[in-house]
């Protein structure tokens, strides 16, 4: 009897647990970016490279013939929205882009959408977004650190990595733009 309350306590506090959490990222300052990474919250938690968009499609695709001279296309929505069975008819290049990412959510697909699918070439196009704090905060050297270790991975299974300028982006969107001249400089 003397233990009832706290055991009631304990099975309260217990209960009220198991309720889902409301994640709170912290601000940016910039209250659009705040908003865009709010309602990115699932895929940073669930799927941070976003490993489900190729899965099928990884699978489905051949290993390449001896002779093909497959090349991966590597990066962000500049990436994504290149259509190149319409600009490179009957070439065995792939696009493995996704709107949005960063290098670190690079770097967590690239064995899947690179390395398993045997290319000669890698074209990465990437750094935009990191630039612009997507995934939160990037400082210019881990950026740098994350190019470094595609391109590690790329020479350690025997393929060449080809790296695209940083694009200079302006406020295309009424979102507030914080891909600033300078740290776009500094990563090309």
Same mark, same amino acid.
């Given at each position: 009897?003397?233990?009832?309350?706290?055991?009631?306590?304990?099975?309260?506090?217990?209960?009220?647990?198991?309720?889902?959490?409301?994640?709170?990222?912290?601000?940016?300052?910039?209250?659009?970016?705040?908003?865009?990474?709010?309602? @990115?919250?699932?895929?940073?938690?669930?799927?941070?490279?976003?490993?489900?968009?190729?899965?099928?499609?990884?699978?489905?695709?051949?290993?390449?013939?001896?002779?093909?001279?497959?090349?991966?296309?590597?990066?962000?929505?500049?990436?994504?929205?290149?259509?190149?069975?319409?600009?490179?008819?009957?070439?065995?290049?792939?696009?493995?882009?996704?709107?949005?990412?960063?290098?670190?959510?690079?770097?967590?697909?690239?064995?899947?959408?690179?390395?398993?699918?045997?290319?000669?070439?890698?074209?990465?196009?990437?750094?935009?977004?990191?630039?612009?704090?997507?995934?939160?905060?990037?400082?210019?050297?881990?950026?740098?650190?994350?190019?470094?270790?595609?391109?590690?991975?790329? @020479?350690?299974?025997?393929?060449?990595?080809?790296?695209?300028?940083?694009?200079?982006?302006?406020?295309?969107? @009424?979102?507030?733009?914080?891909?600033?001249?300078?740290?776009?400089?500094?990563?090309?």
């Amino acid at each position: 009897m003397r233990h009832q309350p706290v055991i009631r306590a304990a099975l309260i506090l217990l209960a009220l647990s198991a309720y889902p959490q409301q994640v709170t990222l912290p601000s940016t300052g910039h209250p659009s970016l705040d908003q865009y990474r709010a309602s @990115r919250i699932a895929v940073f938690t669930d799927d941070f490279g976003e490993l489900a968009r190729y899965r099928a499609a990884n699978a489905a695709l051949k290993p390449p013939a001896p002779d093909e001279n497959r090349v991966i296309f590597f990066g962000d929505s500049i990436t994504d929205m290149w259509k190149l069975q319409d600009y490179f008819a009957g070439k065995p290049y792939i696009n493995r882009g996704i709107s949005g990412q960063t290098t670190p959510q690079m770097l967590v697909r690239f064995r899947r959408d690179v390395i398993n699918l045997r290319p000669r070439v890698a074209v990465i196009l990437a750094g935009t977004n990191d630039i612009a704090g997507n995934t939160g905060p990037m400082r210019l050297e881990d950026i740098e650190a994350n190019y470094a270790s595609m391109a590690e991975l790329g @020479r350690a299974n025997e393929i060449k990595v080809v790296f695209s300028s940083v694009l200079p982006v302006h406020n295309y969107t @009424r979102r507030i733009c914080l891909r600033s001249g300078r740290r776009t400089r500094f990563c090309n």
